[in-house]
């Protein structure tokens, strides 16, 4: 996404921000949101047709602010009905986001990051490294575009009721541009998305789980995939960092809070190495009596990655081993795969499969000296 580096991008201000923005200039709160029902609700990003506000105050916001939306670079759509985008974002990187449809629903999966930092064993996004923060505006650029898009697309059809931070990036390691998105979703005059409708995912950032904790309402999800420090650890590096015992913790302290929140861990199931009736029994030591549910999820392979996806049976004897604790345990059935769509297969960039497979062993590589 380009920017007028000396103008302000309204898109990524929440209606705080846009209230203090108009304060600047002599106006009223109102006019905040009236700028949200513009932007995020009719979509419209040139001042000019904005016809409630005077002409003076459209020449005025002009001057001195832009709305700067992302473009697509890439569109696909999978033989499932969902749909990638690569959209550009500043300094010419870019991001991937995805819509995947379902009935009665439609989930936004969204990025915080380019690229991604934790560097996680068995996730695509890790091989590409971490580039950048995203900005607030690029942020929810990627809700305001998709909203837009699908539009044009489907006529009003497919509505975005869900969104999930689960593309690109760590979401609690971007609190700067994650906490005014949240804002945006949630605004009647934006979004308008019920709290639980959108899920902040996490590799299990302590401080930050705490931090959002406190003030604002979200579903939490954790990507948990191991019941041990050892197999955790090598899977998720983080762990190093932030060991079980002291996510787990910081899980019941977010439960603490609301008696109506819970948490979802998320498991990808990679065969031989997660995938055990005894990972399964210390699953269900370590959710003992916390109000969570358990999303299975089948690896997705990826050029040069040397793990598989549990078979069927695996992933359905190991449910039920959770289950028997009472657990409410779901396979997420995999979606938008033909188009690298899937968990973990996200990228963000124009990379050939042989590219790919070069980064992935050059990262391989690298953790086999750290370990
Ligand atoms: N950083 C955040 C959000 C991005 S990943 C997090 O770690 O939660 C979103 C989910 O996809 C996570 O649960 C992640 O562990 C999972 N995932 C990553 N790579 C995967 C793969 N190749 N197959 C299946 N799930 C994967």
């Known amino acids: 996404m ?3 580096s000396d103008k302000i991008n309204l898109l990524g201000l929440d209606q705080q921000g846009l209230i203090a923005f108009f304060a600047e200039l ?9 700028l949200l029902q513009w932007i995020h609700q009719r979509g419209v990003t040139d001042f000019a047709e904005m016809t409630d506000l005077s002409r003076q105050l459209r020449l005025r916001l002009g001057a001195v602010a832009t709305i700067e939306v992302p473009r ?4 696909s759509e999978s033989s499932d009905g969902c749909v990638k985008w ?27 990051q380019v690229g991604c930092m934790l560097n996680c064993t068995f996730c695509s996004t890790a091989t590409q490294g971490f580039k950048r923060n995203l900005s607030p505006d690029e942020v929810i650029g990627q809700v305001w575009f ?3 898009r699908l539009d044009q697309l489907t006529g009003g059809q497919a509505r975005i009721t869900n969104v999930v931070f689960m593309g690109m990036g760590e979401p609690l390691l971007n609190l700067t541009a994650v906490k005014p998105a949240l804002a945006l979703l949630r605004d009647d005059l934006a979004y308008g998305l019920a709290s639980r409708k959108v899920t902040i995912s996490t590799a299990g950032v302590v401080p930050g ?15 948990l995939h191991a019941p041990t420090n050892e197999l955790r650890q090598r899977l998720v590096p983080l762990n190093r960092k932030y060991p079980l015992d002291d996510l787990m913790a910081a899980c019941r302290r977010y439960v603490a809070h609301d008696q109506r929140r819970s948490v979802t861990f998320e498991y990808t199931m990679i065969e031989g190495v997660n995938d055990q009736l005894s990972h399964a029994k210390g699953l269900r030591r370590l959710l003992n009596a916390l109000p969570c549910k358990v999303n299975l999820i089948p690896f997705n392979p990826f050029p040069g990655t040397p793990f598989r996806p549990s078979s069927n ?13 009472g657990i409410v345990t779901t396979i997420r059935k995999t979606r938008g795969d033909d188009i690298d769509a899937a968990c973990g297969q996200l990228v ?15 990262q391989l590589a690298k953790q086999a000296l750290m370990a």
């Not at 690569?86 to 995805?98: F, K, N, P, Q």
């Not at 049976?313 to 604790?325: K, L, W």
């Not at 963000?348 to 050059?362: D, K």
Request: charged content about 25%; aromatic content about 4%.
């Open 2 to 4: 380009s920017q007028v």
């Open 26 to 34: 002599g106006e009223k709160p109102f006019r905040a949101r009236q």
């Open 72 to 75: 697509a670079i890439r569109e």
């Open 86 to 112: 690569l959209l550009t974002e500043r300094g010419g990187s870019a991001v991937e986001t995805v819509f995947i449809p379902e009935t009665g629903r439609g989930t936004l999966c969204i990025s915080s």
């Open 146 to 148: 998709a909203k837009q």
């Open 209 to 223: 789980i705490d931090q959002l904790a406190e003030g604002v309402e979200f579903a939490l999800a954790v990507s």
């Open 313 to 325: 049976e695996t992933m359905h004897a190991f449910q039920m081993a959770v289950r028997t604790a």
């Open 348 to 362: 963000g960039q124009v990379l050939s499969p042989n590219e790919r497979r070069r980064l992935v062993q050059t």
